[in-house]
């Protein structure tokens, strides 16, 4: 009973692909196949805005139908603002999609009582808490904090970001009372397991959660047949009319090489 | 101290970009100059779907960068989702963009108490009653109530149109206690005065109000200086940054003949 | 096209209406006519407390119904409680009335994601924090910052002023995140535009912002006779009923010189 | 240890002074004495309209002013709009002042955990809905329902009223899943104890229930010294500043014969 | 018209009846009569964890089917955790039923704006943060504060919780904008009227505040017959169901001396 | 990589045990071992009511004390109030506990919009309706609808059942607006696939959707470490000071057969 799940860097730079294949497929499931993607083309590197967001929104989109079309079980677009899942429910009708967002924020909500969520940049945390309030999470978010990074330094000297993670997450549990604590990034991948060691508290990181979260959904689709509903918001467009605008597009593809 | 705004039907369909940019003229202010635009290229032509906004969200968004670079003192982004305005704020520093839910709740909430909302297909409410939550607007929600029309369907048969509206407009103040009604799409233009004068309560119109919103945060930005502030969520990219793949783009323009 | 607006600072005591009407024509569209009042007689010369604006509910009323009869095109009630709203809609029915708190927390949540209000006294924040939930802002609330000054010393030592809402905006904006700050007390006027040009964010003034505001409703209402909806809370008393003890009032005056 | 209590009807209107007295002496407590007062003068007769409110928000005020000097136990302010609480609050240090919609909410939440409010005309339901937000009952409120009627019908045709309220009533319990019925007008006394037999669910009286939590606050404010805050919201402004146009007004009073 | 009240320390030590019978009998109205129970047998001698509570629950329970035999006019189990109040609704039919946090939250609401909780250890917050959602309070919530003491410290050394109090508290009042405190543990009985004297806001104690709220219901049910409502979530199960299981239990018994 | 999960009936009544831990392993992964178990004694045989759920505190505490010590990898407590599940996270540190509210909201809210809850009576709705606003899901209910049965109803006569769930789920999706049904009570368990086949709507049944839930936490916590947080409210007791009142029990246990 073999899961096979497609995990997107949804960027034009396929430099964290086969590093967070090879971190992920550590800790999935036996039975799980994980092949990673990114976007070909010129484009954005990170997606620390919106305005970013919106440059990869078609070959994105376009890659969940590819995902689909290639009978993955389920699929995670790997961007902590849980970016294009409506458009991706909307043109999907077996493939569960999820994003690391919501995938953390339930894994949290299980293991704690409120979180705290370790942000890069203070920038990004709007889009953020409206993400929070989206699913209904605000009660128990004990705070932002912010490491004062961008995406791309998190891997440049891991020593420093994992001191940087370390300072504010303690600082989260000791002063904000957060007792689980959010890496809101998934390009803070990699540090998880040492802080929450030293922390003593959950450490929840921003690929792991997610690649969880998705063979639950799957298992889910598969075996009950919950997958998303058709009846009201993500209701699917006819294939004749997108047809000539929105057709699947195969990213650029890191496969497991199990 | 005249303005120029700029309206974009973000699709790739011109067809009503003269009857609304005709429309519209007769509501603006006399020293307002309206230029209507949408998108080229092939693609949707109605944003019913999500994902149908994503396949726009590319061109529009270089479309508002087009809009600042011109000196357009505010623009509309002509769709009730209201899509892209985080974006959108990102990447402008002196031009207001606003849209129709904001500028139409705003109205409703400064005239009644209650408003109803009239979409044409049950399918398009959660994504809109995400955006009222975001406006923080739910208490001033009385209903949505739904017409079984599509985008393109408002402008077809004007007299089944105005019926329908007028059928769930009276079952809005009957029976949901609204006290004012929002048409919640562009695409009901023409209708909201008949109606208005029918039923007896404010009938904002989604594309008169967004411009008169529009007038108001030109003038509040061209006197004041009270433009998108930079300091957190709406912080902008680095220009070189983006230059490589993200610049302006004229759009398909209908400009006001005044 | 020339609108008439009344700014009505609620109070026995003209001494801020030439200074108030003197900063705000400057600030207002050409077409814009502005015209200052005051309550005579003797009580409250500020409104710190709620029982002080009980004291002036009666003839600030009435100055409502005299500026409706003289066909004013909006009023502004000019006290960032927002006092008297409710009720001068249920009475009025063509004319706008809006109030500063209102004006400026749409003008904030327009331009900026989270804004501090800065008070005189931290005995103002409970009845401001509920018009705030009143307003559905309270997502939008980054904080209350108390000056430690009372209505009638902001315009005593300006210089000192000028310093004190200095030091709290950047505060503000330094330790709770606000993008937006707003000057919560009409008698602040005067310091925005340094504040300002200061601190890179925007300060929202609570006189400009609702004459702002009060423009836009004023086109609404007489260009799209988007008026005060008497279905539902509004609705009017019968003039029969309330004649006996509710009539027009001409307050003090001190009309626009243009 | 005999408590004196003060209702207010705050109306220039008598005539239901002595039938409320006497209705409530019979509910009371052996050790409460009750003194019911309406107001003097010419103005509304009852407050359906907050523009009425404001008319007698002055009288309202001092007579509060004169029952604290008079040295009454706790006060009641008797209109389900709850008026000007917050003023009387600021102004008062010892008596406790208290309203319907207080006392009917805390008393349903106890007994139930759904109630429907029963008002004369939806006209009432915005602003009382405003308190049932301030009061943070929204999650307790199972509807409002509509009898059709004016304050000052509800007691010419007793038999009527009663038949309307039971057919509310009833549709409040089964249609709404309300367990508690909270007549929304303290005009609509002398009915529960009929209604609640025949119902079955708590049905809360708007002269009663305030009654009851005014002892109750009357015996905290005595006994345990816990009486109004000054220490944010209900600071008290200085008798100095405002004994010029604020002072105690005795108001037309129906003493408690005991 | 004597009111019969019983307080249930709901554990299983019966060290603090009587001085908790002896504090409260000088707190209550001359006509209330106060026994005091704890409960018999080995078992939580506190109850700081929520799986303590679970090990009293039944004999809890049962004690509250045994009072409403007693005839007994209300009763308050006495821990801030506000347990069993659900249950003890459903199987009593016209004994009310109440407990700490209900009557100190409405208490405070009733003379304060925002009140803070001290608490004695983090680890409370959770739990009673969701009582407090429950109870509809969170807007009236400033903070809680840790004194960092266990429930059976508290009576240890009173001199010192009495300083720690009064530290926290000065700190809620000064920095978090408190105008009201609360003690969030009824073992911190005792200690309520020095402290509200020094700090002079209102200090509600855990232990008088149900009293007071339980004599209110008493009164409410004794003469207006509004107790609990069985028509929807505190609808009885049939006595011949649970009779085999669930029977009246006589506690561990400190009666009032009068 | 075998998972141990154990489902506990916490009811004295084993009838359902098998019925249930036959249905379940046919959902279950192939590497998931389901032992399910019920309680010994005499006691409630069905939880409607809130007071057997204390009735059952005790023992199904203790189980869960038995399961942490018998290595079991998840637990669910499989009653759709959730009970007990804070009290279970403090007495574990390794086995995380779940429950059918839980587990079928966010089953729903990732496949769907809008969620009704079919339950048995009305009686039940307040309690669950506490627990949707516990978990944030308070946007995501379309409503709940009542079938007119009471927990043991629902295997007498399937025929029967499974038309009554048709039609409350058909106006739930036609009325309501759901796109999502979840099955309020574990025993309404054997229905979903028919329904869901006859519905076109993800129907959410509340034994398995635990199930999956559990699997997820088992995994997060043996791969991750993602177990319960003690930093917060879900701090454990001292064994030292609870071994004496509260110890493992073994319940009444039907082991999976593989």
Not at 19 to 46: F, K, N, Q
Not at 145 to 159: I, K, S
Not at 234 to 249: C, R
Request: with cysteine.
């Amino acid at each position: 009973m073999t899961r096979r799940i497609l995990w997107l860097n949804p960027v034009m730079n396929s430099a964290y692909d086969v590093p967070i294949g090879d971190s992920l497929r550590a800790e999935a499931r036996e039975d799980t196949r994980l092949d990673v993607a990114s976007l070909d083309g010129t484009g954005p590197v990170h997606l620390e805005y919106n305005a970013y967001e919106l440059m990869v929104a078609e070959p994105s989109l376009r890659t969940v139908l590819w995902a689909e079309q290639q009978c993955y079980d389920a699929m995670v677009i790997g961007c902590f603002y849980d970016p294009f899942v409506r458009a991706a429910k909307e043109v999907t009708r077996r493939m569960p999609v999820t994003a690391p967002a919501e995938a953390c924020i339930r894994t949290a909500q299980s293991v704690g009582e409120r979180f705290s969520v370790l942000v890069g940049r203070a920038k990004w945390i709007p889009e953020m808490e409206e993400n929070i309030h989206r699913y209904g999470a605000e009660r128990s978010l004990a705070s932002f904090r912010e490491l004062g990074m961008g995406v791309n330094d998190f891997q440049t000297d891991p020593a420093f970001t994992e001191r940087r993670i370390l300072e504010e997450a303690r600082a989260a549990v000791e002063q904000d009372r957060a007792d689980a604590v959010i890496l809101g990034c998934t390009i803070e991948f990699g540090f998880y397991r040492t802080l929450q060691a030293e922390l003593g508290v959950p450490v929840i990181d921003a690929t792991v959660a997610p690649l969880r979260y998705a063979e639950f959904l799957a298992d889910a689709a598969a075996l009950q047949g919950w997958t998303v509903s058709g009846q009201l918001g993500y209701q699917s467009p006819a294939v004749d009319e997108y047809a000539p605008f929105l057709s699947p597009l195969e990213p650029h593809l890191a496969k497991d090489p199990r």
